[in-house]
């Protein structure tokens, strides 16, 4: 039995097909399967999908209903045609709730088609995970463009990216002007203290924000104070996370938060 088959005759809700390469048959036979499958869950890591398989993957997601989680990490997608495609994806695709696209080469001109794509998300989308891109604070024009207007976005990990400070300071206003973001992932960005100010501006004017992972960053006492000021005005932020660093930085943490060091 053919993988289409599989999807489309046995009623799987969930499927791992990580590490095979899907050129060829094995995409359009998926592609088909999808059409018309009930499969809820799809892990597609590492399966050789940039160019024409994703082009066929896209093109029967952009019509279904029972897709819920579609994971794509390291599969080589860039920043021209693939990206072209996932931003279709989000125009025309409303349930689907999770994309992971982490460990590829989206770059700062495939985040913009992704972001033309998530500002015509009314719904749908409540994860978007892109750690490890090549994008640059460039890239965080275009996502300071969708933030405010989408309404279910709870998840947003842009975490090995070269973000910078000036990245950070940029998306500062489209942060605060969201209402739906639970969990920002700006691990290893680049960030300094001047980003952890921007970010603890965010944090006082934030009434939901729930987690924020700030690991990987040189985040010394100005940035650690700014973010120990914010706690005491947000009421959300249930958890940070934060290196380990030397006793003499350290900020005691306000009293009913996490603040966990690595």
């Given at each position: 039995?053919?993988?289409?088959?599989?999807?489309?005759?046995?009623?799987?809700?969930?499927?791992?097909?990580?590490?095979?390469?899907m050129?060829?048959?094995?995409?359009?036979?998926?592609?088909?399967?999808?059409?018309?499958?009930?499969?809820?869950?799809?892990?597609?890591?590492?399966?050789?999908?940039s160019?024409?398989?994703?082009f066929s993957?896209?093109g029967?997601?952009?019509?279904?209903?029972?897709?819920?989680?579609?994971?794509?990490?390291?599969?080589?997608?860039n920043s021209?045609?693939?990206?072209m495609?996932l931003?279709?994806?989000?125009?025309?695709?409303?349930?689907?709730?999770?994309?992971?696209?982490?460990?590829?080469?989206?770059?700062d001109?495939?985040?913009?088609?992704?972001?033309?794509?998530l500002?015509?998300?009314?719904?749908?989308l409540?994860?978007?995970?892109?750690?490890?891109?090549?994008?640059?604070?460039?890239?965080?024009?275009h996502?300071?463009?969708?933030?405010?207007?989408?309404?279910?976005?709870?998840?947003?990990?842009?975490?090995?990216?070269?973000?910078?400070?000036?990245?950070?300071?940029?998306?500062?206003?489209?942060?605060?002007?969201?209402?739906?973001?639970?969990?920002?992932?700006?691990?290893?960005?680049?960030?300094?203290?001047e980003?952890?100010?921007?970010?603890?501006?965010?944090?006082?004017?934030s009434?939901?924000i729930?987690?924020?992972?700030?690991?990987?960053n040189e985040?010394?006492?100005?940035?650690?104070?700014?973010?120990?000021?914010?706690?005491?005005?947000?009421?959300?932020?249930?958890?940070?996370?934060l290196d380990?660093?030397p006793k003499?930085?350290?900020?005691?943490?306000?009293k009913?938060?996490?603040?966990?060091?690595?």
């Amino acid at each position: 039995m053919c993988l289409g088959e599989v999807v489309s005759e046995v009623n799987v809700t969930k499927l791992d097909v990580c590490n095979v390469s899907m050129v060829d048959y094995r995409a359009r036979s998926l592609s088909k399967a999808l059409q018309t499958g009930h499969l809820a869950v799809l892990h597609l890591d590492n399966t050789q999908l940039s160019g024409t398989p994703l082009f066929s993957l896209v093109g029967a997601l952009k019509s279904n209903r029972a897709l819920l989680e579609l994971h794509l990490s390291n599969n080589m997608l860039n920043s021209y045609q693939d990206a072209m495609q996932l931003g279709d994806l989000l125009r025309y695709n409303r349930t689907l709730q999770t994309l992971e696209l982490s460990d590829n080469a989206i770059a700062d001109a495939g985040l913009e088609e992704l972001c033309e794509g998530l500002r015509l998300q009314t719904g749908g989308l409540k994860a978007l995970l892109l750690r490890n891109n090549h994008i640059t604070s460039d890239g965080m024009l275009h996502l300071a463009k969708a933030l405010p207007v989408l309404k279910a976005l709870e998840v947003l990990d842009m975490g090995d990216n070269s973000l910078g400070n000036s990245g950070l300071q940029t998306l500062k206003e489209a942060l605060m002007a969201n209402r739906s973001l639970l969990h920002f992932g700006v691990a290893c960005t680049h960030i300094t203290c001047e980003g952890a100010v921007a970010i603890a501006e965010y944090l006082a004017e934030s009434p939901q924000i729930r987690r924020l992972d700030l690991r990987g960053n040189e985040v010394r006492v100005g940035g650690l104070m700014a973010l120990s000021l914010a706690l005491r005005i947000n009421l959300s932020l249930a958890t940070l996370d934060l290196d380990s660093t030397p006793k003499h930085e350290q900020v005691s943490p306000c009293k009913g938060r996490t603040l966990r060091f690595y």
